[in-house]
């Protein structure tokens, strides 16, 4: 535990112990039997510290808004099955993305859009096997043809409006203008939940709905690869 805080502080990754992220929660840190951990080796001050430090929970991002489908949307984004992306109306080819990594990137940071995530949670799924510097210098190249990729009139220097970026910490834009099929299928099954008992008819009617937009697995061969 000694060992893991310092190493933590050292490469400014406290967000591993501040809350369960892509690679879990580790050790169930979260938990009590962490903390008692921690005060019998006297160092329950530097878990403090480490894991506010690195904590994203106060990072101040705005809040999603809610889904209106009659909305004229930037971005139309389907996760059920392959990952597609229409952009103005104009589907986003293979080569349009022009590199597989900045794809994969996008579905991961779909994926966590409703929690930050720390840019090196990023580069341990999409370069495993590369050292820091290299994973870095590729995350780097990835995210700059992402976000042309997403914004093509996008102008230098200029914010992106679909990827936050707070320090290390990224996310998907949720007050952006896009849609998202895997929300709006959320929306629609919960809808069918509440006319249930009330009107059995409009809640199969939703359901079919829901049922229509399900093109196969969530991010079909784009996470499971990672």
Request: proline share 5%; glycine share 4%; aromatic share 10%.
């Amino acid at each position: 535990y000694r060992t893991l805080c310092a190493l933590c502080r050292e490469y400014h990754c406290g967000f591993l112990l501040a809350r369960p992220s892509l690679l879990g929660d580790i050790a169930n840190f979260s938990t009590a039997p962490f903390v008692m951990e921690a005060r019998r080796l006297g160092i329950s001050d530097t878990v403090d510290k480490t894991i506010e430090a690195g904590s994203t929970s106060r990072l101040n991002f705005p809040a999603a808004p809610v889904v209106q489908m009659e909305k004229p949307y930037k971005l139309r984004i389907q996760t059920f099955g392959e990952l597609k992306v229409w952009r103005e109306g104009e589907l986003v080819t293979p080569s349009g993305w022009r590199r597989e990594s900045s794809r994969q990137l996008f579905a991961l940071l779909l994926a966590t859009r409703h929690e930050p995530v720390h840019k090196d949670t990023l580069l341990y799924y999409l370069w495993p096997e590369s050292d820091i510097l290299a994973a870095s210098r590729n995350f780097k190249v990835a995210l700059s043809n992402l976000m042309i990729v997403l914004e093509p009139d996008r102008q230098p220097r200029q914010a992106c409006s679909f990827i936050q970026r707070q320090g290390t910490v990224y996310r998907f834009n949720l007050s952006a203008e896009y849609y998202l099929d895997s929300d709006e299928f959320e929306s629609l099954t919960k809808q069918a939940l509440s006319w249930l008992q009330q009107n059995p008819g409009e809640a199969k009617r939703l359901l079919q709905k829901a049922i229509a937009l399900y093109q196969g697995d969530y991010l079909n061969c784009d996470l499971q690869n990672e």
